[in-house]
């Protein structure tokens, strides 16, 4: 922060009312260089606080929310902000990753499919959303996106051996899958 101190003529050195005066200034010097930092810390997407990301929302008609943090919005604001760009695999796939949504991207050329699964958890509703945007603007229409969420079964299954019983089970578990 600046010191009005600092610039002080030496003619002024010493004299109560000046020292006084600046003293006082310093106050609200120090109110606006912290509104003029936050304020430039605003123009960014990635340094912007609430207050910044209320606004950058609200001019790009997003609606957030109510459950998503901060950075989560932030990651919104950046996919409707991203420039024109040749979408090959490789970006697509940076793409994912600096969104940091933990997926395994599998694409089939010839049966004109994107299959997307989710690591080990299930994915929050602004992730899904964030996903549905990203394949509905980069992915050619021609193919078929599917996303895939873990899902965890318990299964158990009483077998009686006797004379007249035997029973067979044979099940198959599908991972949840959305077209």
Do not use: C, H
């Not at 950058?56 to 609606?63: A, C, Q």
């Amino acid at each position: 922060m600046t010191k009005l101190m600092d610039y002080l003529p030496d003619y002024y050195q010493g004299v109560r009312e000046m020292d006084r005066l600046l003293n006082g200034e310093q106050l609200t010097l120090d109110e606006l260089e912290t509104f003029v930092r936050q304020f430039l810390s605003n123009q960014f997407v990635t340094t912007a606080d609430e207050t910044g990301v209320k606004l950058m929302e609200s001019e790009l008609s997003i609606v957030p929310n109510s459950t998503d943090t901060l950075q989560q919005r932030k990651n919104v604001i950046l996919l409707r902000l991203l420039p024109p760009a040749a979408i090959t695999w490789p970006y697509f796939k940076q793409l994912i990753q600096n969104l940091n949504i933990p997926i395994d991207l599998q694409r089939d050329v010839i049966k004109q499919t994107v299959s997307a699964m989710f690591y080990n958890r299930l994915p929050t509703s602004t992730e899904i959303k964030q996903l549905q945007y990203i394949f509905n603007t980069f992915i050619p229409a021609n193919m078929v996106t599917k996303l895939f969420t873990p899902t965890e079964t318990q299964v158990s299954f009483k077998q009686y051996y006797g004379i007249a019983t035997v029973i067979q089970v044979e099940t198959v578990v599908n991972a949840k899958g959305a077209n």
